[in-house]
C-alpha cells in the first residue's frame, strides 16, 4: 500500500479517483504551512501538489517519497536540483492544463480591445447613448492585428489557433520549437525579439518561470513596443517585470496590460498594478473553468495512479 498526500485542494473526482484505487491510502493535507509539510511530508510515498512549496529543507526529510504530480504544469516551487539528485519523478498535467489559459488570454485580449468595463458601466449607470459621442480611440478590431507569442508549448499552440480563428498574423519566439512546426500550424517563426517587439499590436507570454525567462520582458524591451500595445502574461509572473510594466503604463509607453499571475501571490495590498486603470487582472485563474479543474484533477491523480503501475506516459514526466 502506498501512502499518497494531496497537498492542497483539488476537484473532488480526482480526490475521488485517488480513494478507490485500492492500492494508495490517501490523506488530503489542507495545511499548506511550511512547519506542516515539514512535520507531515516524510511519511508519504507520493504527493499531489497544486499550491504549497516543496523547497530542500522540506524534502530532505521525504526519504520515502517518490514521486511528485503537479496539478498544473507549472514546478517553480518544488527544489528541481534536489528531486534530480534523489532520483524523484516530477509528472505535470500535460493534457488537461492548455485549452483553458488559450481561452483566458483570448478573453483578456478581446476584453481590452473591445472595451468591456467601460460600456458594462454606461448600461449599468444609465449612460446608453454616452458611447455614441465617445471618441473611440481604445477599442480595436483584432482583425489583422500582429500577436507576438513569446513560448510555444502547449498553451502557445492552443492560442495560435484561436488568433487564426480571429484572421490576426501570429509571429513566435521560441528558440527551441523548429520553423517547420510553427509555419505548419500557421504561425512565423521570429529569431529577432527586439525587433519583433517594434511590430506586434499584442505580446502575450507563453513561457515557463526560468532563470533566462525572469524579467524577459522588462523596461528595456516595452520601451520597443508601440505605444498602442498591449501584454498579456498569463504564464508565471515574473517574466514581465512587474514595476517596468507600471511605469511604462504610467508613461503612456504600451497602452494596456492583462495579468493573470504576479510575482508575488497574492500581491501585496500596495502592489501600483492594483490601482492601475490600465491592467486588467484575474487571480492567477486561468485554468478556473469547471472543464479545466476537473481534468486537471482527474490527470493528476491518473498520473499517481500510472507512476505505481508502472505505466506512466513519458510525456508527463519532466526531464530534468
Ligand atoms: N495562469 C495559469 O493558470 C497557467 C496555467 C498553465 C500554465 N501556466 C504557465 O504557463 C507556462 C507555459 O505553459 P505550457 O503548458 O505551454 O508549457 P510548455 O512547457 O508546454 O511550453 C513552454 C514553452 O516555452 C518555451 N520556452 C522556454 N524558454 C523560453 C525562452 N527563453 N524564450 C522563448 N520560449 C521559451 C519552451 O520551448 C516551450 O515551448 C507554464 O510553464 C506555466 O508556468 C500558467
Not at 480513494?19 to 507531515?40: A, G, Q
Not at 514581465?240 to 508575488?264: C, H, P, R, W, Y
Request: hydrophobic share 40%.
Amino acid at each position: 500500500m502506498y501512502k499518497i498526500g494531496i497537498i492542497d485542494t483539488m476537484n473532488s473526482r480526482g480526490i475521488e479517483l485517488l480513494k478507490s484505487n485500492k492500492d494508495l491510502s490517501v490523506d488530503l493535507i489542507t495545511d499548506l504551512s511550511r512547519e506542516n509539510l515539514l512535520k507531515i511530508l516524510p511519511k508519504y510515498d507520493g504527493v499531489t501538489l497544486r499550491r504549497g512549496k516543496l523547497d530542500y529543507e522540506i524534502l530532505k526529510n521525504c526519504k520515502k517519497l517518490k514521486v511528485i504530480a503537479r496539478h498544473g504544469v507549472g514546478y517553480d516551487n518544488v527544489d528541481t536540483n534536489y528531486i534530480k539528485e534523489n532520483n524523484i519523478t516530477l509528472l505535470v498535467t500535460h493534457n488537461s492544463t492548455s485549452t483553458s489559459p488559450a481561452e483566458h488570454i483570448m478573453f483578456m485580449i478581446l476584453n481590452i480591445y473591445k472595451g468591456r468595463e467601460m460600456f458594462d458601466q454606461m448600461v449599468r449607470e444609465g449612460n446608453f447613448h454616452k458611447a455614441i459621442h465617445l471618441q473611440i480611440n481604445d477599442n480595436f478590431e483584432v482583425f489583422n492585428k500582429k500577436i507576438l507569442i513569446i513560448g510555444f508549448g502547449r498553451i502557445g499552440k492552443k492560442l495560435i489557433k484561436k488568433c487564426l480563428g480571429f484572421d490576426m498574423n501570429v509571429l513566435v519566439y521560441d528558440p527551441y520549437i523548429d520553423e517547420k512546426t510553427i509555419k505548419s500550424l500557421g504561425g512565423k517563426k521570429i529569431t529577432n525579439l527586439e525587433d519583433t517587439l517594434k511590430e506586434a499590436d499584442i505580446v502575450s507570454m507563453s513561457v515557463p518561470l526560468t532563470e533566462k525567462t525572469k524579467n524577459m520582458i522588462s523596461y528595456k524591451e516595452i520601451s520597443l513596443m508601440k505605444k498602442s500595445s498591449i501584454i498579456i502574461n498569463a504564464s508565471r509572473g515574473g517574466v514581465v517585470n512587474e514595476n517596468d510594466l507600471n511605469t511604462a503604463l504610467n508613461n503612456s509607453i504600451i497602452s494596456f496590460a492583462g495579468l493573470d499571475v504576479f510575482e508575488k501571490e497574492p500581491p501585496d495590498k500596495d502592489n501600483p498594478l492594483l490601482k492601475n486603470k490600465r491592467v486588467l487582472l484575474s487571480p492567477h485563474a486561468a485554468t478556473f473553468t469547471k472543464e479545466c479543474l476537473e481534468n486537471m484533477s482527474l490527470e493528476t491523480a491518473q498520473n499517481i495512479i500510472d507512476f505505481f503501475e508502472g505505466k506512466i506516459e513519458k510525456t508527463k514526466i519532466v526531464k530534468l
